[in-house]
C-alpha cells in the first residue's frame, strides 16, 4: 500500500493518499511504473488464475533455507 505513489510514511488506512506527491516526476515515474505492472498483470490470465490455490502453482525448491529464498513457479491453467 501507498507504493504505487512512492509516498514517505508508512500506510495508515486512517489517512488519505498523499496525491501532491505526483507533481513530482520521481513520484509521476513510479505511478506509471506500478500502472504499467499493474497492465501486464491484468493481461496474463497466469499471473493471477488459482492465485489463491494451490494448483495454481509449485514449488521450486522449498529448502533453500540458507539462502532465505522460497521459489516457487505459476501454472497456466489450460
Known sequence: MRSELAQGPE?????VLEWHVLEYPEHE????????LNDIDHGL?????CE???PGFE????????????????????
Open 11 to 15: 500506510w495508515n488506512s486512517d489517512q
Open 29 to 36: 515515474g513510479t505511478r506509471q511504473l506500478i500502472k504499467d
Open 45 to 49: 490470465p497466469a499471473l493471477y488464475t
Open 52 to 54: 489463491f490455490d494451490w
Open 59 to 78: 514449488w521450486i525448491n522449498s529448502h533453500d533455507a540458507s539462502q532465505s529464498v522460497p521459489s516457487h513457479t505459476r501454472i497456466r491453467e489450460e
